[in-house]
Structures are given as structure tokens and as C-alpha cells.
Nanobody, 122 residues
Framework: VQLQASGGGLVQAGGSLRLSCAAS????????IGWFRQAPGKEREGVLC????????SYADSVKGRFTISRDSAKNTVSLQMNSLEPEDTAVYYC????????????????WGQGTKVTVSS
């Protein structure tokens, strides 16, 4: 089982990026998928989560109205669309799969991707 987060890169403040989470050996449709991020020197924090039924939950007030999470069931992927990026969004972004529910507790997730780095320049 492997999750793969991709789509990170360097972007100027105000720009957009779309991250993608893909899986091998796992059908993402059957899992609740969370996006987390870890900025340099900080603890990992939850960003957004999407349930198996498509409901979404935001865990970071700072991203409300700017980030959205969505599924592409046909492609077995979950995306994180990030708009109006700010330097404070600079972090390594991870996707994770949870068998039972969406949670802000990263320790409760069953599978993790390796992370993709997002750098937002001012």
C-alpha cells in the first residue's frame, strides 16, 4: 500500500497550486482522506479532510475560503486545490487515509504519503 502526494513546487504569493494524492494497493474511495502539512520548525497540522461520501471538513482556519478538497473516484485520487497562497502556507503537504472517519489527529490515520513540498515566496 502506498500513497503518493504530488503537485508541490515554488509559487509566488497569491498564486495557486493543485496537489494530488494517488494510491497503489488501496482504493481511496473506501477511505476518508486528510491533507496535513508541516511547516519548518512546527508540528504537523490538519488542513482538510474528505469523507467517503464527499463531505469535507476544514481543520485550519487560515485556509478557509482558499483551499478546497475533492475526489476523482474514476482516477482514484484526492486533490487539494490551493488558491491565494500565502508565505505562511509554505510546508510539506501530506495526504493520509483513515478507515473510519475524518480526524485532525494525524496519529489516527492508517496510511500516509511521503509528502510534497510547497514553497510560497513573498
Amino acid at each position: 500500500v502506498q500513497l503518493q502526494a504530488s503537485g508541490g513546487g515554488l509559487v509566488q504569493a497569491g498564486g495557486s497550486l493543485r496537489l494530488s494524492c494517488a494510491a497503489s494497493g488501496l482504493t481511496l474511495n473506501y477511505y476518508h482522506i486528510g491533507w496535513f502539512r508541516q511547516a519548518p520548525g512546527k508540528e504537523r497540522e490538519g488542513v482538510l479532510c474528505i469523507t467517503t461520501s464527499g463531505a469535507t471538513t476544514s481543520y485550519a482556519d487560515s485556509v478557509k475560503g482558499r483551499f478546497t478538497i475533492s475526489r476523482d473516484s474514476a482516477k482514484n485520487t484526492v486533490s487539494l486545490q490551493m488558491n491565494s497562497l500565502e508565505p505562511e502556507d509554505t510546508a510539506v503537504y501530506y495526504c493520509a487515509a483513515h478507515r473510519y472517519y475524518c480526524s485532525r489527529r494525524d496519529q489516527s490515520y492508517n496510511y500516509w504519503g511521503q509528502g510534497t513540498k510547497v514553497t510560497v515566496s513573498s
